[in-house]
């Protein structure tokens, strides 16, 4: 157990519709990574928030965003969702600097249909 | 640009042979850290080892031992006497602060290696 915690594990929805995905850091992390895991693309880093704020940004669509709140908690908004968009969702953390570690949640696979 | 290669997209032996994972990294900076994680087939990312630029000492945990070489920019993860339970695909990343990244990982494309009975 990593000590980060993702919900919802799995989430089936349609074309066009909108979801959120949440994620909960290890204890004391202040850093949260959101990934996308396709067939086509591989393990893709989408987005970095740190402290709350935004960090960097990476293969990320503009339907797409996401937010950390004061409790260091973050989610991952997909809106307009598209077949393509079906994917596991990792969601990783780490305490500070780029030597640390990151440690990931067990993922949200989502399907749409 | 930083990049990541895992040559070997699958990899199948028999339970108790030895079995080498490739990893080559291409990246501009001069301090930078390399991973392996583990992806069994219930879809967690495990971490299993982390390694940085200056440290190029082998290492030995159990069975896994990783080999990493600047001169040939590698780091190689073998599995000794593999077990049924090493099935998964294996995942080489980097990370390093270049061109203003953040931290994030760059993958390679994962070895997937099947170990049977």
């Known amino acids: 157990d990593s000590g980060v915690t993702q919900t919802p594990k799995h989430l089936i929805t349609a074309t066009g519709q909108r979801v959120t995905l949440r994620c909960s850091p290890r204890?004391?992390?202040?850093?949260v990574y959101w990934y996308q895991q396709s067939l086509d693309q591989g393990l893709q880093f989408l987005i970095q928030?740190?402290?709350?704020?935004?960090?960097a940004k990476g293969n990320i669509l503009e339907r797409f965003s996401a937010q950390q709140f004061p409790d260091l908690h973050s989610e991952l908004n997909l809106s307009s969702l598209e077949l393509g968009d079906s994917a596991l969702y990792f969601c990783?953390?780490?305490?500070?600097?780029?030597?640390?570690?990151?440690?990931f949640g067990p993922g949200t696979r989502l399907t749409v249909l | 640009a930083q990049k990541v290669t895992q040559a070997q997209t699958e990899i199948s032996v028999v339970e108790k042979e030895d079995v080498t994972l490739d990893c080559v990294y291409e990246?501009?900076?001069?301090?930078?850290?390399l991973f392996w994680y583990k992806q069994p087939p219930s879809g967690e990312l495990v971490f299993l080892i982390r390694?940085?630029?200056?440290?190029?000492q082998n290492e030995i945990s159990g069975r896994y031992s990783w080999n990493f070489q600047k001169s040939t920019s590698s780091f190689n993860f073998t599995i000794t006497a593999s077990q049924v339970v090493d099935s998964a695909v294996y995942f080489c990343?980097?990370?390093?602060?270049?061109?203003?990244?953040?931290?994030?990982?760059?993958f390679g494309k994962g070895t997937k290696l099947s170990v049977k009975p």
């Open positions: 990783a953390s780490r305490t500070g600097t780029t030597a640390d570690t990151q440690y």
């Open positions: 204890s004391g992390d202040l850093s």
């Open positions: 928030y740190y402290n709350g704020e935004e960090r």
């Open positions: 990246t501009r900076d001069t301090t930078y850290y």
């Open positions: 390694r940085n630029s200056f440290d190029e």
């Open positions: 990343a980097l990370t390093s602060n270049y061109g203003g990244s953040q931290g994030n990982l760059i």
